[in-house]
């Protein structure tokens, strides 16, 4: 049967649809969006609680005209279908095809590029202002869920906004769910405003009440002060978003489309600060992901009728690896503290969590809480490992350097997703680590160049002393060891893997094992080449990288990290203040750019960072005018990304 979205005009035609007809839209976006997913892997529960919601606003409001700011972006796949990217949307998340979050090069409806928690009512309260200070007259509205309102940057939106009092309306999108159950006092609060009996009484007569106001006239904004009269302080003991200068409307039932409309109606005539109260189901609609909404929170492809997920290689990711060896870590020494800013799963510290309940913290999406809280436990003796993706990473900088470094505090921070991330693309690749790391006085920073390693580091780092980040990629563990010899760590030492003379390879990480197989090609075209294991980004071994330097007269270091502030540039200010001889040097990592979206191994490989690309930019170094054997075979070297999503 041919589908009603396919003949619509969006988002303009939803204005002259009935309501039966704008719930027919919501069933077959629905479907549209768990039949992508299946496909291309992505956040598929959290966009099908909020089909309902978009509907709405998008029915109400004139986008782009108006502004729509979704908080994260992993929700907003609803909103992409209907602002004119149906066509696109199987696409999604493909290299080339259409991103998996907001993007403002993307679509005029997109009007901020998201993907970072807690963003939305800032970028929002920015525009709002812009707009009264240009005597412009637009709605705007930003969408924030439960899970990115526990983020302190939210709070202090919400604390200058009210205190501004300009038009501004916020969803907050209330599923009770992070990624994993929402935590903190905020989540006792939500729920305690949806569920006591006597807060469910008035929220039904809200409702009637909401109903019955017109739609238009100058009736609105008195229907609005009477309802807020009649409910606030009366029925909800401590009205939060009151006190702070926001107009309450809530909660409501996120999915009744009706009610939607009549709210943000309501919202937008009566003008200032508001925030509408959404009750959502997280997965709403795919009776898999309503069951269990953190497993199809970000999934990778899954078969539609059982809801089955379809790994394709079945080896455990680098997370998994690195949460099984804190939880033995721990178990010898009562010291250790596992932090996790919202992301038990991702980072691998559920297993921690099960284990040592109590000296496991999810602090929620509060990554510079998760550290310097980390400081306060280190301060007392503690060891905390925080395990954070290198991209949240960014937000606690200052943390980092003020709280921890500056202390000399023993904090080990895990550093998960280091690098190229794949799908999830520009917001989340974590490239900077190595750049922002290193310039901490104090600071050490290794990166392992497998699982075995991952597991010898991080044993290092829980007995030195001093602030120590350990950064891994998004990739699943190699197995087999492809470098026979590990000996144990030692402080600020690399490691000799290859000992050849024509030019010395030196690679940090994950980078070492598609090292390994470009050395194999060099040796196929009569090259000889030294291949060193930095383990270290700082302290960086000066001795080795001498020695390699002035042996092989040409050095090539190569990293999965930005070549700006990187390993790379540690070697060449050696090279260039302790050498006197000339040595040839050439730096591969990844560009002074955002690097898009994509399978993991095709953007490493648009940087060079493939075994052929290592390959050639040594072989470049040796033999300027030649050119490379096309003919090779070039083993899969680059340990194949995990299923599923950042
Ligand atoms: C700064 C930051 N930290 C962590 C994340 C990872 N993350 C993405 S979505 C999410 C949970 C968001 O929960 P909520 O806002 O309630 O949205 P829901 O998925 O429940 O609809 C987290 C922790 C992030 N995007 N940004």
């Known amino acids: 049967m041919a589908r009603l979205l396919d003949s619509l005009d969006l988002p303009k035609a939803l204005k002259h649809l009935t309501l039966g007809q704008l719930q027919q839209v919501a069933g077959e976006i629905r479907e549209e969006i768990i039949d992508t997913v299946s496909k291309t892997g992505g956040h598929l529960a959290s966009s099908l609680g909020v089909v309902e919601l978009a509907l709405a606003i998008h029915t109400v409001l004139d986008s782009p005209y108006d502004k729509v700011i979704w908080d994260v972006g992993h929700q907003a796949y609803a909103h992409k279908i209907l602002t004119g990217r149906l066509n696109e949307f199987s696409s999604l998340r493909q290299y080339g095809g259409i991103s998996g979050f907001p993007r403002t090069d993307e679509s005029p409806h997109d009007i901020y590029n998201t993907g970072h928690s807690s963003t939305s009512i800032s970028i929002a309260l920015g525009i709002a202002k812009a707009r009264d200070l240009k005597d412009e007259n637009y709605s705007v509205l930003a969408v924030i869920g439960d899970g990115s309102l526990t983020g302190g940057m939210a709070f202090e939106a919400l604390n200058h906004a009210g205190q501004l009092g300009t038009s501004l309306i916020v969803v907050l999108n209330d599923n009770e769910m992070s990624i994993s159950r929402n935590v903190g006092g905020l989540a006792s609060y939500l729920s305690r405003i949806r569920t006591e009996p006597h807060l469910l009484k008035a929220r039904r007569r809200l409702e009637r009440i909401i109903k019955n106001i017109p739609i238009i006239g100058k009736d609105v904004s008195e229907s609005v002060r009477k309802l807020k009269g009649s409910l606030k302080y009366l029925v909800i003991p401590s009205m939060l978003f009151e006190d702070l200068g926001f107009t309450y409307l809530g909660p409501l039932d996120g999915h009744d489309i009706p009610l939607l409309i009549r709210t943000i109606q309501q919202a937008k005539a009566k003008g200032g600060p508001v925030l509408i109260h959404a009750v959502t189901k997280k997965g709403k609609g795919y009776p898999p992901a309503e069951k269990d909404p953190r497993a199809f929170h970000g999934v990778g492809k ?51 969590m099960k284990a040592y309940p109590n000296r496991f913290f999810d602090v929620g999406i509060a990554e510079q809480h998760a550290v310097t809280m ?25 943390q980092i350097v003020h709280d921890i470094a500056l202390q000399g505090l023993h904090v080990v921070f895990a550093v998960d997703r280091a690098g190229l991330v794949g799908e999830d693309g520009p917001t989340h690749h974590g490239n900077l680590d190595i750049a922002f790391l290193r310039s901490i006085p104090g ?43 590990c000996p144990p760590i030692e402080y600020g030492r690399g490691l000799l893997v290859e000992n050849g003379k024509d030019v010395a390879i030196i690679a940090l990480g994950s980078m070492v094992d598609p090292s390994l197989d470009a050395v194999g090609i060099l040796r196929q075209e009569g090259l000889s080449a030294t291949l060193v294991n930095a383990r270290f980004a700082k302290p960086v071994d000066e001795s080795l990288i001498l020695e390699v330097s002035r042996k092989c007269k040409k ?65 470049r170094m040796c033999k300027p005018r030649g050119a490379i054997s096309l003919a090779h075979e070039v083993s899969q070297s680059v340990a194949s990304s995990v299923e599923g999503v950042t």
Not at 338 to 349: E, F, N, Q, S, V
Not at 374 to 398: E, M
């Open 443 to 485: 600071m050490t920073v290794m990166a392992p160049m497998d699982e075995h390693e991952l597991v010898s580091m991080l044993d290092f780092a829980l007995h030195m002393q001093g602030p120590c980040a350990l950064r891994y990629p998004r990739s699943s563990a190699m197995g087999k060891k492809k470098v026979k010899a």
């Open 555 to 619: 050095v090539l270091v190569v990293e999965e990290a930005s070549t700006i502030g990187g390993l790379g540039n540690a070697v060449s200010d050696i090279i260039c203040n302790k050498i006197q001889e000339k040595v040839d040097f050439a730096h591969l990592g990844i560009p002074d750019d955002f690097v898009t979206h994509g399978p993991r191994e095709i953007l490493l490989a648009e940087c060079g960072l493939s075994a052929m690309g290592i390959a050639e930019a040594a072989f």
């Open 374 to 398: 980390a400081g306060g436990l280190a301060s007392q003796g503690f060891i905390p490992v925080v395990a954070v993706y290198s991209t949240f990473l960014q937000r606690a900088y200052d």
């Open 302 to 352: 899954f078969h539609v009728p059982s809801g089955k997920m379809l790994v394709s290689n079945g080896s455990r990711s680098l997370s998994e690896i690195f949460g099984e060896a804190v939880v033995k870590a721990a178990s010898k020494d009562p010291r250790i503290i596992a932090i996790t800013a919202a992301m038990p799963d991702g980072t691998g510290l559920n297993a921690f």
